[in-house]
Nanobody, 124 residues
Framework: QVQLEESGAGLVQPGGSLRLSCAAS????????MGWFRQAPGKEREFVAG????????SYGEPVKGRFTISRDDAKNMVYLQMTSLKPEDTAVYYC?????????????????WGQGTQVTVSS
C-alpha cells in the first residue's frame, strides 16, 4: 500500500513558476513508476508527466513539453513537478499517481495509487 500526498498548491500569474511535491509513504517507493496528471473543470483527467522507476527516463504531455520537469528523489520518497512559463490553461487540480511497473503510462487507468490532488490556478 502506497499513500501519496501532494503539496505546492497556489495562485500564480501567467509566465510564473511553481513546484509541486508528492510525498509517498509505504514500502518500496523505488519500485514504482510515477506520474502527474491534471484535471480542469469539465474536462477529462490529462497526463502531464511521467518518470520511470529509478528516474532513468521521463515523458511529458504535449501541452507541457519544454515547460514542466518531473523528477524524483527515492531517498526521500518524493516526486516533484517543476512548472515554468505557466499559462491560464494550466489551471487544474494536479494529481500524483504511482504505478507498480518500470515505465510510467499516459493512461490514468494504469495507475495503482493516487493522491488527493492540489489546486494550481494561473491567473492575473
Amino acid at each position: 500500500q502506497v499513500q501519496l500526498e501532494e503539496s505546492g498548491a497556489g495562485l500564480v500569474q501567467p509566465g510564473g513558476s511553481l513546484r509541486l511535491s508528492c510525498a509517498a509513504s509505504g514500502p518500496n517507493f523505488d519500485f514504482f513508476a510515477m506520474g502527474w496528471f491534471r484535471q480542469a473543470p469539465g474536462k477529462e483527467r490529462e497526463f502531464v508527466a511521467g518518470i520511470t522507476r529509478r528516474g532513468s527516463s521521463t515523458s511529458y504531455g504535449e501541452p507541457v513539453k519544454g515547460r514542466f520537469t518531473i523528477s524524483r528523489d527515492d531517498a526521500k520518497n518524493m516526486v516533484y513537478l517543476q512548472m515554468t512559463s505557466l499559462k491560464p490553461e494550466d489551471t487544474a487540480v494536479y494529481y500524483c499517481a504511482a504505478r507498480a511497473q518500470y515505465y510510467a503510462s499516459r493512461d490514468s487507468g494504469e495507475y495503482d495509487y493516487w493522491g488527493q490532488g492540489t489546486q494550481v490556478t494561473v491567473s492575473s
